[in-house]
């Protein structure tokens, strides 16, 4: 059975500091990964997805993912955090069936001044 | 992508009654998915609404307490039935928009949900 795993319930981050968010997946065949973000009262925006090709993939708000199929991983990155970036973060895998996501705990990020 | 809206954006409901989620797109989509968000937690599948079938419903949900209607590719509604403190959720609609080639490029789009409180 596939799983996602996103090991960091909670990371607290200063304001224009770099930021790395945890996703580790198991799955039999070429996953299908994205990363989501939540901001308070808002629903889920995408802000990145790999399907195949460049394993450093580009999204929006200046995050970027890389994927490491040795590792089974799929970091989230952004360089220089600003304090809008406070918000819920998820990792999704695509399941086996078409179309069905199943979401990693999800991470919940606090920028500080 | 395409631009999802639901209805109400939140309620609270007592116990025993029923509550019925629009969401609605603004395109066309094959595929609609409805998901339950606890608080505190992530996202569980309730079920896969495709238009002119029955809905696809995943482990431990079942059609008597989410009846879900998919009358047409712009639409669906979900009903969350005879209502508990229980089930006091965020519950999200999401659409897939399909590029062309199955799987590899699908992506699942988000409504802004719905947060239901039970008394």
């Known amino acids: 059975a596939q799983s996602v795993t996103q090991p960091d319930i909670h990371i607290t981050v200063s304001e224009g500091a770099s930021l790395e968010l945890r996703c580790n997946y198991s799955y039999g065949a070429t996953p299908y990964l994205f990363w989501y973000v939540q901001s308070p009262g808002q629903g889920l925006q995408l802000l990145l997805k790999y399907f195949s090709g460049d394993t450093l993939v580009q999204g929006i708000k200046g995050f970027e993912a890389e994927f490491k199929r040795s590792q089974s991983s799929f970091n989230l990155r952004k360089p220089s955090v600003h304090w809008s970036d406070a918000a819920e973060y998820f990792c999704?895998?695509?399941?086996?069936?078409?179309?069905?996501?199943?979401f990693g705990a999800g991470t919940q990020v606090v920028v500080t001044p | 992508s395409a631009v999802i809206s639901q209805k109400p954006s939140r309620d609270i409901c007592q116990r025993g009654t029923s509550l019925t989620i629009q969401c609605q797109v603004d395109s066309q989509v094959t595929m609609m998915f409805w998901y339950r968000q606890q608080p505190g937690q992530s996202l569980t599948l309730i079920a896969t609404a495709n238009q002119g079938s029955e809905a696809t419903y995943e482990s431990g949900f079942v059609i008597d307490k989410f009846p879900i209607s998919r009358p047409n590719l712009t639409f669906s509604t979900l009903t969350v039935s005879n209502m508990s403190p229980e089930d006091s959720s965020i519950y999200l609609c999401?659409?897939?928009?399909?590029?062309?080639?199955?799987?590899?490029?699908?992506?699942?789009?988000f409504g802004p949900g719905t947060r239901l409180t039970v008394l």
């Open positions: 999401s659409v897939e928009e399909s590029l062309g080639t199955p799987k590899s490029t699908d992506t699942q789009y």
């Open positions: 999704a895998v695509s399941s086996d069936s078409w179309g069905k996501l199943q």
